[in-house]
């Protein structure tokens, strides 16, 4: 059975790979990137890949969605400036 010592052992050999505790659950990961996870009593390991078909990453972007055309987002009422952000006003 693989414990997370054992694990632990394991990714301080790969580059990149940081450990975190987050919400009680140990977490490994590069980037933002979370491959392997154990539950919070440590008795499950649950590990991830990207899938076969799954674009990869790409930025997101800068306007809202719901609004492209009108230039104000219509959840927020807030207006949109030239880079896509928004303002109050």
Do not use: Q
């Not at 990869?56 to 400036?81: K, L």
């Amino acid at each position: 059975m693989v414990t997370v010592a054992d694990v632990r052992a394991l990714t301080r050999t790969l580059p990149r790979t940081s450990e975190h505790l987050i919400r009680d659950r140990v977490k490994f990961r590069v980037g933002a990137i979370v491959y392997v996870a154990f539950s919070r009593d440590e008795t499950t390991m649950g590990s991830a890949t990207r899938r076969r078909n799954e674009p990869r990453w790409s930025p997101p972007s800068r306007s809202c969605s719901s609004c492209p055309a009108r230039r104000t987002c219509a959840s927020t009422g807030s207006a949109a400036t030239s880079t896509g952000s928004t303002t109050t006003g």
